[in-house]
Nanobody, 119 residues
């Protein structure tokens, strides 16, 4: 089995910064992609940033958030700067992982971490 453990959420004032971290462990053969999603109350979960063969961001965070991935450690982090109240959400780590040779890659989720930005 695969586990994704997140850390780093919290409460911050608008304009502040937070860094989220996620570590994948367990039966990992290879990782195709790692990224971050978020879900605000009453809204659908959306992709924030992903690191695969390339790096992509949702338009609303471009220039403010930076995703970093350490392939050797199976970790991914999200540096969030210039935070806005509209960034408030539960942030979820996601990884697309092969658990064995010849197996299809599957998506795995972390438990989520709350980020609250006060105005």
């Amino acid at each position: 089995q695969v586990q994704l453990v997140e850390s780093g959420g919290g409460l911050v004032q608008a304009g502040g910064s937070l860094t989220l971290s996620c570590a994948a462990s367990g039966s990992i053969f290879s990782i195709n992609a790692m990224g971050w999603y978020r879900q605000a109350p009453g809204k659908q979960r959306e992709l924030v940033a992903i690191s695969a063969s390339s790096t992509n961001y949702v338009d609303s965070v471009k220039g403010r958030f930076t995703i970093s991935r350490d392939n050797a450690k199976n970790t991914v982090s999200l540096q969030m700067n210039s935070l806005k109240p509209e960034d408030t959400a539960v942030y979820y780590c996601n990884a697309v992982i092969k658990t064995g040779w010849g197996l299809s890659a599957k998506g795995f989720w972390g438990q989520g971490t709350q980020v609250t930005v006060s105005s």
